[in-house]
């Protein structure tokens, strides 16, 4: 223990300084949070990525969702039935925070909005839905090409 009395800080108990870091904390999230439907949010940037589809297992199957890397922006490819594949920007349309894959679909860590594997919001925060790129598919090279 110090016996610094004059130090910053001091006579601050534990309850005190939890409550306070608390407070500030939930302040900031809420700041982050903007004031609703559409936001601020930033835009995906430009895309232009070919994608070699056996590098991600998960898109064997129907329903399989992989994170693209690379590509200069945040993706998500979803494999939507035995020939279609489709891309969404993982930028938030509400206030620009990267989005994670959930189960089926995505959720924003920052506000709680939630989106299915075809990008539509469906729950938490309101917002838009996520941002869909332009996919080529080529069966043959076995790869996909996402643009914006």
């Not at 001091?10 to 559409?38: K, P, Q, W, Y």
């Not at 993982?90 to 206030?95: E, G, T």
């Not at 925060?125 to 996402?146: H, M, P, Y």
Request: proline share 3%; aromatic share 6%; net charge positive.
């Amino acid at each position: 223990m110090s016996d610094c009395t004059n130090c910053p800080g001091a006579g601050v108990n534990r309850r005190e300084f939890l409550a306070t870091s608390s407070a500030l904390a939930i302040t900031a999230v809420l700041a982050a949070c903007g004031d609703g439907i559409g936001g601020s949010a930033t835009g995906p940037s430009n895309v232009n990525a070919t994608v070699t589809l056996a590098n991600y297992a998960t898109l064997g199957t129907v329903g399989g969702i992989a994170v693209i890397s690379g590509a200069g922006t945040p993706i998500a490819v979803v494999r939507a039935s035995t020939t279609q594949y489709r891309a969404f920007s993982l930028i938030c349309p509400h206030q620009g925070t990267t989005v994670a894959i959930s189960g089926t679909g995505f959720r924003c860590p920052n506000h709680g909005a939630t989106f299915n594997a075809s990008g539509a919001w469906t729950g938490g925060q309101r917002t838009n839905g996520l941002f869909e790129f332009t996919v080529a598919s080529n069966a043959t090279a076995g790869t996909i090409t996402i643009s914006s």
